[in-house]
């Protein structure tokens, strides 16, 4: 059988700021590698090496991309090894297993290009910090809008009917499995993220092993998130393990919630991350047409309309900070190009794969 590769966000510039859930990942991995260095590109590689080492000798791998830089890594896990390799500048106060390795690799530098880093990398990182709090700042301020269209649903919402359909989800979902003795593990990750190629998810990866999926529409405020969550507690006290993929915007609420053991899957799919019934096993779920009082839309179309929009732009402001920090960050790495001893990073590589291959026989 082919080696699985399981996508996810586990750090994301939120409404609150960054947020991460680095620890929920590693719970239970015994040992780590940690990738120093100040290029996040040169730590990029050498994660999606290791990866492809491990996924070419049959190992499922988790990846945790980057929201800050574009196609960066965040931690490469392999979970039957119980390892994993993880950027130590954002993860260094999440791990508690066993250090075994701590690699230097501004040490596969030049002489000249290791100077140039030195002197330069301070104030790259002080300019893209200014705009990552712009980026929070912006989303804040969307958040705070879209707390004004969250009311206009909440105060037309019957939660008596919602309750109805997550009695309903959860008795579907628990009619196929038995309740189990084991205490459940649940992961916390983010459905997607706000990065500077634009909004990102992989949700029809981190699906594909879910044999139904329930797709819930609805707008804002019409309880998709406390659905999720209401299920989520219910199939998590019967034993089995449950992921619950927070929304990129505001980390409290949920937009997916995966039950791989009983293969189930249910998650937001509304904008920007819209998606529709594709696959047998596929229900689509409408709150508003279930739970809301009918006609809301056009009761308050004009009310609805702008705070739509000013949200919009709120998020587009927050995007566009993202980007500027990853062009600076890109600016300065340019720098750096052919500036890498491929021979010691591929012997360095060797090392660590060889290393991390003795767990398997432990």
């Known amino acids: 059988m082919a080696a699985k590769q399981l996508d996810y966000f586990a750090g994301d510039h939120t409404a609150k700021g960054f947020y991460h859930f680095y620890s929920s990942n590693l719970q239970s991995i015994r040992q780590g590698i940690v990738c120093n260095g100040k290029i996040p590109s040169i730590k990029t590689d050498f994660m999606k090496e290791m990866a492809n080492k491990w996924t070419k000798e049959g190992f499922d791998v988790e990846i945790i991309?980057?929201?800050?830089?574009?196609?960066?890594?965040?931690?490469?896990?392999?979970?039957e090894?119980?390892?994993?390799?993880?950027?130590?500048?954002?993860?260094?106060?999440?791990?508690?297993?066993?250090i075994i390795k701590k690699l230097d690799l501004d040490a596969e530098l030049n002489q000249e290009a290791q100077?140039?880093?030195?002197?330069?990398?301070?104030?790259?990182?002080?300019?893209?910090?200014?705009?990552?709090?712009?980026?929070?700042?912006?989303?804040?301020?969307?958040?705070?809008?879209?707390d004004g269209l969250e009311e206009i649903y909440i105060n037309n919402m019957d939660f008596h009917k919602l309750n109805k359909l997550a009695q309903r989800m959860t008795k579907d979902w628990?009619?196929?499995?038995?309740?189990?003795?084991?205490?459940?593990?649940?992961?916390?990750?983010?459905f997607g993220a706000v990065t500077p190629k634009g909004m990102v998810d992989f949700i029809p990866?981190?699906?594909t092993d879910c044999h139904k999926r329930w797709l819930i529409k609805g707008r804002a405020g019409t309880g998709k998130s406390t659905l999720l969550k209401?299920?989520?507690?219910?199939?998590?006290?019967?034993?089995?393990?449950?992921?619950?993929?927070?929304?990129?915007?505001?980390?409290?609420?949920?937009?997916?919630?995966?039950?791989?053991?009983i293969g189930f899957c249910a998650f937001d799919s509304t904008p920007p991350h819209e998606y529709f019934p594709e696959r047998e096993g596929d229900i689509l779920i409408d709150i508003y047409e279930e739970a809301v009082e009918p006609y809301t839309d056009?009761?308050?179309?004009?009310?609805?309309?702008?705070?739509?929009?000013?949200?919009?732009?709120?998020?587009?402001?927050?995007?566009?900070y993202l980007v500027q920090a990853n062009k600076l960050n890109e600016e300065w790495e340019q720098r750096f190009n052919n500036s890498i001893s491929m021979h010691k990073r591929d012997k360095l590589l060797?090392?660590?794969?060889?290393?991390?291959?003795?767990n398997k026989r432990s």
């Open 65 to 79: 991309h980057s929201s800050s830089i574009k196609n960066g890594i965040d931690c490469v896990i392999n979970r």
């Open 230 to 261: 209401k299920v989520a507690d219910e199939v998590s006290k019967k034993g089995y393990n449950v992921e619950l993929y927070h929304c990129g915007f505001d980390p409290e609420s949920i937009d997916m919630v995966v039950a791989r053991e």
């Open 298 to 320: 056009e009761k308050y179309g004009k009310a609805i309309e702008i705070l739509t929009d000013r949200y919009k732009s709120f998020m587009k402001k927050g995007a566009e």
């Open 115 to 146: 100077m140039i880093e030195k002197e330069s990398k301070k104030l790259v990182n002080e300019r893209m910090n200014i705009a990552f709090q712009n980026a929070h700042v912006s989303f804040k301020k969307g958040l705070y809008v879209h």
């Open 174 to 190: 628990l009619s196929e499995g038995k309740e189990l003795t084991k205490k459940a593990v649940i992961k916390h990750r983010f």
């Open 81 to 98: 090894l119980s390892i994993a390799i993880y950027d130590g500048d954002l993860l260094k106060l999440e791990f508690q297993g066993t």
């Open 205 to 207: 990866q981190l699906t």
């Open 350 to 358: 060797e090392e660590v794969f060889v290393r991390s291959l003795r």
